[in-house]
């Protein structure tokens, strides 16, 4: 009997309440990006006075920081617009950010704790183990560059609605060193998991 058939071992109490302690997180994540995303369509949907958070290139900008209030040029690296509306286009691209958000953080979770569950049952490497963790890695990677993707197609609308077209502030707004650090963790743990299966198939190949 090959080890992805075997059933695994008996859990401990300490197991059982390692394993609910984490489906109880991550039921918590996924319940709470939930209702923060449907928060926030509701916001966007209604299209008055939407908070939308900006990024700016170092642009000039005045805060009452000097004596007595007095204006003080700063440099302004990000904010919240508060336009009095948004166009069509921005409040499309606010929804589908909040969706991929949803989306990535549900099957992320989902993977790892399906991966938990497998190993805590005793089975470490097998291909399903490996397709959850490449299936985590992939969905991780994609959500860090869409959902900042149409979250900065929102923010251009903004500045487009305020400015009347006159103000080009086109920043993309991924954090390359969090891009990196999802891609090469994800990497590295698929190709762990992918050599293990690997080399537990050869090695039941000679019993």
Do not use: H
Request: aromatic share 10%; proline share 4%; glycine share 8%.
């Amino acid at each position: 009997m090959t080890a992805e058939r075997t059933s695994g071992k008996t859990w401990s109490r300490a197991d059982m309440w390692v394993m609910s302690f984490y489906f109880f997180l991550g039921a918590a994540l996924v319940i709470g990006t939930i209702v923060t995303a449907v928060l926030r369509v509701i916001e966007v949907v209604g299209n008055d006075g939407v908070r939308v958070y900006a990024e700016f290139a170092g642009t000039p900008a005045e805060a009452p920081i000097g004596p007595d209030g007095a204006a003080t040029t700063v440099e302004l690296e990000s904010a919240y617009l508060l336009p009095p509306e948004l166009p069509v286009a921005s409040v499309g691209a606010l929804v589908i950010e909040q969706i991929v958000v949803v989306l990535t953080v549900v099957i992320v979770v989902t993977c790892l704790l399906l991966l938990m569950w497998n190993v805590m049952r005793g089975r470490m490497f097998s291909r399903r183990n490996t397709a959850f963790v490449a299936t985590a890695f992939l969905t991780g990677l994609v959500g860090v560059m869409l959902a900042p993707f149409f979250a900065n197609m929102g923010a251009n609308g903004a500045f487009a609605w305020i400015s009347e077209r006159t103000f080009d502030n086109v920043i993309l707004s991924v954090d390359p060193v969090q891009l990196f650090g999802v891609a090469f963790i994800g990497s590295i743990a698929t190709t762990a998991f992918s050599v293990g299966d690997r080399l537990r198939r050869d090695t039941e190949g000679l019993v």
